[in-house]
């Protein structure tokens, strides 16, 4: 009797561990699916940028969204950048997901400074001049860089055509259509 309990455990212990094994290969080959799905859907989409720091979270259109690292003041700092991939262009970087929101045609992005000033990429163009900080947008038809004193002065709400990756500036609600004030309003919770 004590035998054939031990084979009957056996028998089940090689069916679970079949099991297993075969929901583990079927998850990844669905995986594997989805990720050649989802980048066959982003024609732009620039498979050599994603490795060890930085992660494809989503992509849409001409758009992709990576999640991405860096060290400021011996802490991490995590955030998202918000890439124009047919452009080549990162052109926003927010603290989480719901900073942005596609609404019809356009998509809107709530961009508050992450981190420090100094943190920013900046530029000195002669020993006695001050820094610059660079962004770059997407604006008539070129990838344009606009040059700021301070991160501080960047634009906050960007309202982006999701078709042409045109990027429209705001630095406040004055500035704005009424629609769009009570999206940015929103994203800004």
């Known amino acids: 009797m004590g035998r054939l309990k031990f084979k009957y455990k056996f028998i089940i212990a090689v069916i679970l561990v079949l099991a297993s094994l075969a929901y583990l290969i079927y998850g990844f080959f669905y995986w594997q699916k989805l990720t050649a799905d989802r980048i066959a859907a982003c024609q732009y989409l620039d498979n050599n940028r994603y490795g060890k720091d930085i992660s494809l979270v989503d992509c849409f259109g001409i758009f992709s969204i990576e999640h991405t690292t860096s060290w400021e003041d011996n802490r991490s700092l ?13 052109f926003a970087m927010i603290e989480n997901l719901k900073q942005y929101k596609i ?21 000195k163009y002669g020993k006695d001049e001050p820094w610059k900080y660079p962004r770059q947008y997407y604006i008539r038809g070129e990838v344009k860089e606009i040059y700021y004193n301070s991160p501080l002065e960047f634009p906050h709400y960007l309202k982006v055509e999701m078709t042409t ?8 609600y004055v500035q704005m259509p009424e629609e769009a004030k009570n999206i940015f309003k929103e994203l800004e919770q």
């Not at 995590?78 to 990162?90: E, F, L, Q, V």
């Open 165 to 172: 990756g045109e990027v429209t500036l705001y630095n406040t």
């Open 78 to 90: 995590s955030y998202y950048i918000i890439r124009d991939d047919k452009h080549a262009n990162g």
């Open 103 to 123: 609404v019809g045609d356009y998509m809107y992005v709530y961009e508050k400074l992450i981190g420090k000033p100094e943190g920013y990429t900046r530029l």
